[in-house]
């Protein structure tokens, strides 16, 4: 088992440093990731976002990250984080699915629940991100 995890050390740290990246431990407590569509902004640039559901305790939390991709989908880098999603339900305790509305808009569903969240572009100016319930 110790020469197991030496050689999966070792492995990281070549592949990260063959590609220039930082390779990170995942969090245990992820409990879903949803990536959305790409969208391509007015000066050609790519970016898209990320939902991460994480299990905290006994409440589910939401993080959105948006993405910007470099040319042909190289270098993806995340510019953009918002950790603190205002209304989600205390109640919230498991998600079924993530689909996405629009680029920076998803649909996440609980049992018979839906919630809309979005959309993200107003967030990253300083607008409050809320998670609505939808009918």
Known sequence: MKTF???ASLYFMLISTAYGCEVKYV???VEQVSTGPIHWDS???A????????LSEV???VIV????LGDENCCAKIVHRIDDIKGV???LYQIDGISWKAHDQAIITSGKHKYE???FDKAEKGDATLLRAKE
């Open 43 to 45: 000066e050609g640039h």
């Open 5 to 7: 995890t030496i050689f």
């Open 59 to 61: 409440n589910l939390h």
């Open 117 to 119: 969240i979005g959309p």
């Open 89 to 91: 339900p205390k109640t």
């Open 65 to 68: 990250e948006k993405i910007v």
């Open 27 to 29: 969090n245990p407590n």
């Open 47 to 54: 970016n898209k976002y990320r939902l991460i559901v994480v």
